[in-house]
C-alpha cells in the first residue's frame, strides 16, 4: 500500500521543549512538504525539500528546523523558538518536474498541543 | 506572495442538492488542484487540472480551470451525507514552484 504515514496521530509537549515529527512516504516521490493548518485557515508551507540533502524555507519556518537524510523521510523539528506551535502539521509528498511541484499527496496529520 | 480567495466560506444544504464553489486570484496559475478534508484528517486530492479550460470530472465531482487562467470551480451533483467536509483549491502559479492553498469551503449536507 503505497502512501504517506506520519506519526504520532498526536503529541503533547510542556512548553520550552522541541519535539519532532516523523513523516515517510514509500510514494518514491522527490519533493517533500511540511504544512501547518490553524482553525479556519488555508494550509501555510513550512519547509519544502525536492530532493536530499537539500531543502527551501517555507513562508513561515522560524522556530522549525527540518532534515532530509533519505528520500523517503522528512522529519520536522518543532523548536521552543517557535512562538504558537499548538497546531494540526501536515506532510505531503509530490513529484518533481522542470523545477516545480505537482500533484501533493498529503499524510493523515499529526496534531501538536503545547502547554 | 500568491493569493487565492476562496468562497464561499460555507455551505449548509440539503441532501440531493448541487453545490458550486470557486476560487479566483488576481494573478495567473498555471495549475489548480482541489482537496477535500475530513475533521482530524490529511486532504485527500480528488482532482488535478492543468490547461486553460479543461473540464474534469470524478464521479459526481467537476472542475473546471477558468479560461482566464486566474479562476477554477468545483461543483458537487446530487450532494450526499458523506460530502460533508472542507473543500480546499490550491494553486501554482506561473513562475512559482509551490502550491497556494485556499481557506477553505466547508460544506455541510443535511439529511
Known amino acids: 500500500d503505497g502512501g504517506i504515514t506520519q506519526s504520532p496521530k498526536y503529541l503533547f509537549r510542556k512548553e520550552g521543549q522541541n519535539v519532532t515529527l516523523s513523516c515517510e512516504q514509500n510514494?518514491?516521490?522527490?519533493?517533500m512538504y511540511w504544512y501547518r493548518q490553524d482553525p479556519g485557515q488555508g494550509l501555510r508551507l513550512i519547509y519544502y525539500?525536492?530532493?536530499?540533502?537539500?531543502?527551501q524555507k517555507g513562508d513561515i519556518a522560524e522556530g522549525y528546523s527540518v532534515s532530509r537524510e533519505k528520500k523517503e523521510s522528512f522529519p520536522l523539528t518543532v523548536t521552543s523558538a517557535q512562538k504558537n506551535p499548538t497546531a494540526f502539521y501536515l506532510c505531503?509528498?509530490?513529484?518533481?518536474?522542470?523545477?516545480?511541484?505537482?500533484?501533493?499527496?498529503f499524510g493523515p496529520g499529526t496534531r501538536l498541543t503545547v502547554t | 506572495g500568491q493569493q487565492l480567495n476562496q468562497s464561499p466560506q460555507s455551505m449548509f444544504i440539503q441532501e440531493g442538492e448541487d453545490v458550486s464553489m470557486n476560487c479566483t486570484s488576481s494573478s495567473i496559475f498555471n495549475t489548480w488542484l482541489w482537496y477535500k478534508q475530513d475533521p482530524g484528517e490529511g486532504p485527500v486530492l480528488l482532482i488535478a487540472?492543468?490547461?486553460?479550460?479543461e473540464l474534469t470530472s470524478n464521479g459526481r465531482l467537476t472542475a473546471q480551470f477558468g479560461i482566464t487562467r486566474k479562476d477554477s470551480f468545483l461543483n458537487i451533483s446530487a450532494s450526499i451525507p458523506s460530502d460533508v467536509g472542507i473543500y480546499f483549491c490550491a494553486g501554482r502559479q506561473s513562475g512559482y514552484s509551490t502550491l497556494t492553498f485556499g481557506k477553505g469551503t466547508m460544506l455541510l449536507v443535511s439529511p
Open positions: 525539500s525536492q530532493i536530499v540533502n537539500d531543502f
Open positions: 487540472l492543468y490547461k486553460a479550460g
Open positions: 505531503a509528498s509530490s513529484p518533481w518536474m522542470q523545477g516545480a511541484s505537482y500533484e501533493q499527496y
Open positions: 510514494l518514491n516521490h522527490d519533493a
